[in-house]
C-alpha cells in the first residue's frame, strides 16, 4: 500500500515529536489535586479519582464544568496531561489557562491553551492567546493543527510565564514564544494569575465561527486532566527568591538551539494562522512579532497559512474571532 505523502510527513514529525519530546523531558514534581486546585463549577461534572492524581470534566446539556488553583502565581511553570473528547465534538471548548479575571475584571491578564471541537473525522484544532491588561480588543491569538488525535491518549500541554517571555509546550516541544518587547507596555501579563481548567459550550464561535453548533445528542463530552504541575512563586509569598530562582535556571525557561529549531518545524507544518501577519485586522503589527520575508510569503493577509490547510483566496476584513473574555473567568458561557 502506498501512503499517502501528507500522512508520510505526519507519521514523520509525531517520530521526530516524540524524539525531542524525550530530549527535553523536564524535571517537575507532580501533584494531587486536592494539595493545588479546587472545584470551580460544575458539581458532578467534575470528578477526582480516589488517589487525588487526576481528575475529569464533563459538558453535558445542563452544565460544563472546571476547577482553578487553589493560589495565585506571580509566574511560573504550570502544566497537565489532558485526553480531549472522542467522536462528534463541534462547538465543545476545553481550556487550560491563566488569568485574573475574577480579580481585574477590566484590566485583567490571560494566557490560554484553548481545543476547539470539530465534526466527526475532522481534528481539533488548537489556539494560544496572550492578553494583558483587558487587551482583549487586539488578541494576539495563533492557531495550530496537532500531529496526533488528542482524544486517543494523553499528551502534554505546558504554559512558561516569567517576567521575560512566555513559551507554550506540547509534549516538552516548544510551539510558541512571546518575548517580552518594551513596546508591549501593559499588554505583557504581570499581574499575580490562577490556573484553570475548564469544559463549555463555544457553539458561537468555535467551530467554523460559529457554523457548527455543540450537538448535545453526542454528549457527555468528557475531557481528562492528570499530570497537574504548579511550579512558581505564590502570590501570597513574602519572598520569591528562592522560585525565581528555580524557575530562571529550570531547563523549561532556556530556549536552547535544539528547542528553537523543533519550535520552527512545528510552527512550519502545523500553524494555520498567527496574529503577525494578519494586516486585515492590525495594519501595524505588534511589537513583540518577528517577520522573517520568506516565511511572510506563506501566509495570506489575513494571518492563515497558504500552505498548511490552506483556505481559498477571499477577503477577511469581516473575519470573526474568539469573543474577548470581559466577564469573570468563573462565569465564562457554558
Not at 89 to 115: I, M, P, R, W
Request: charged share 25%; proline share 5%; aromatic share 16%.
Amino acid at each position: 500500500m502506498v501512503m499517502g505523502t501528507s500522512m508520510f510527513f505526519r507519521r514523520v514529525f509525531i517520530a521526530t515529536t516524540f524524539f525531542f519530546a524525550s530530549i527535553f523531558a523536564f524535571d517537575v514534581p507532580i501533584i494531587a489535586f486536592e494539595d493545588g486546585f479546587s472545584k470551580l463549577f460544575g458539581d458532578d461534572n467534575l470528578v477526582i479519582s480516589p488517589d487525588s492524581k487526576s481528575v475529569s470534566l464533563t459538558l453535558n446539556r445542563y452544565t460544563g464544568s472546571g476547577f482553578i488553583s487553589s493560589e495565585a502565581y506571580h509566574n511560573g511553570f504550570f502544566s497537565a496531561s489532558i485526553k480531549l473528547p472522542k467522536g462528534h465534538s463541534a462547538g465543545v471548548v476545553v481550556a487550560f489557562y491563566l488569568s485574573n479575571g475574577d480579580v481585574y475584571e477590566k484590566t485583567h491578564d490571560e494566557l490560554d491553551f484553548e481545543f476547539l471541537g470539530n465534526k466527526r473525522g475532522r481534528e481539533w484544532r488548537i489556539q494560544t492567546n496572550v492578553y494583558g491588561n483587558g487587551s482583549t480588543d487586539h488578541g494576539r491569538e495563533e492557531r495550530y493543527l496537532l500531529p496526533f488525535d488528542p482524544s486517543e491518549a494523553f499528551h502534554q500541554y505546558s504554559i512558561l510565564w516569567t517576567a521575560n517571555h512566555i513559551i507554550f509546550y506540547i509534549d516538552n516541544v516548544p510551539i510558541r514564544e512571546v518575548i517580552r518587547a518594551e513596546g508591549m507596555g501593559l499588554d505583557y501579563p504581570s499581574k499575580p494569575m490562577y490556573l484553570y481548567a475548564t469544559i463549555w459550550d463555544g457553539s458561537a464561535w468555535a467551530t467554523e465561527n460559529g457554523k457548527y453548533k455543540v450537538s448535545y445528542k453526542y454528549s457527555p463530552f468528557i475531557a481528562e486532566f492528570t499530570d497537574l504541575v504548579l511550579v512558581g512563586c505564590q502570590a501570597s509569598s513574602n519572598d520569591c527568591t528562592g522560585p525565581d530562582f528555580e524557575l530562571a535556571t529550570a531547563d523549561y525557561n532556556i530556549m536552547t538551539l535544539p528547542k528553537r529549531s523543533a519550535m520552527r518545524r512545528y510552527r512550519e507544518r502545523y500553524m494555520t494562522y498567527t496574529v503577525c501577519y494578519d494586516i486585515i485586522r492590525y495594519p501595524t503589527t505588534f511589537p513583540e512579532c518577528e517577520h522573517d520575508s520568506a516565511e511572510r510569503q506563506t501566509f495570506w493577509d489575513w494571518g492563515e497559512s497558504k500552505i498548511v490547510m490552506p483556505p481559498k483566496p477571499r477577503s477577511r476584513s469581516k473575519r470573526r474571532v474568539r469573543p474577548a473574555s470581559n466577564v469573570n473567568v468563573g462565569q465564562r458561557v457554558f
